[in-house]
């Protein structure tokens, strides 16, 4: 599985932010997905195979909202 993580720019309260879930969500392939509205980052995990870390990002777009990757983001274990 890869770990993705996209800065979602115009996610302003809650609704919102089940929105871009419900996005990444939607994309076949995803493992699992956390929307941080405080930071507004969404984090999730998918399997390369089935799907690439664009098809979360135009689903995204898809929905009106824009969303930048993040560079080097490290998982806390």
Not at 19 to 42: C, P, T
Not at 52 to 66: I, K, M, N, P, T
């Amino acid at each position: 599985m890869e770990t993705g993580v996209f800065f979602v720019k115009n996610m302003s309260n809650q609704q919102d932010a089940n929105k871009v879930l419900n996005a990444l969500l939607d994309v076949w392939g995803i493992g699992r997905a956390e929307v941080h509205l405080e930071n507004h980052q969404a984090v999730f995990t998918f399997d390369k195979r089935m799907a690439s870390y664009e098809d979360f990002q135009y689903a995204l777009v898809d929905r009106g909202y824009q969303a930048e990757p993040v560079e080097n983001y490290r998982v806390e274990k």
